[in-house]
């Protein structure tokens, strides 16, 4: 199965871009990689869990969304790529599609949701 790939239109500019999902995807406990080649945003080594990987693209207009988890058949030793469908790795998959979801909210709507007060 391939990558998730969605293409979010957007007026906001790189720096806004990069301001709304760097906090989220380090706050997710994800980190900035090189991967085969590819400036991506990995979580995890596969020790209990499937990597997961999150990339974004800024196109101008747009921004372009890719999200997968890769199969590990020893840490660090991956074999193929899975998108965010079928069953095989589906709480991992779920995990990651909310991630993305909350992602592509951010990028779509111009103005932030306000937070919800604790002493409300």
Known sequence: ???YVNRIATTRSKEEIDALLVPILQREGFTYVKYEGEDVWKKGVGLMTA???FKYEYLGDSVGVQA????AILPGVYAGEMGLKGFWGIAIKKMLQARVNEMEYAIANPYP???ASANV
């Open 113 to 115: 949701q306000p937070q």
């Open 68 to 71: 997968w988890i890769k199969f």
């Open 1 to 3: 199965m391939s990558r």
């Open 51 to 53: 990597p997961q990987f």
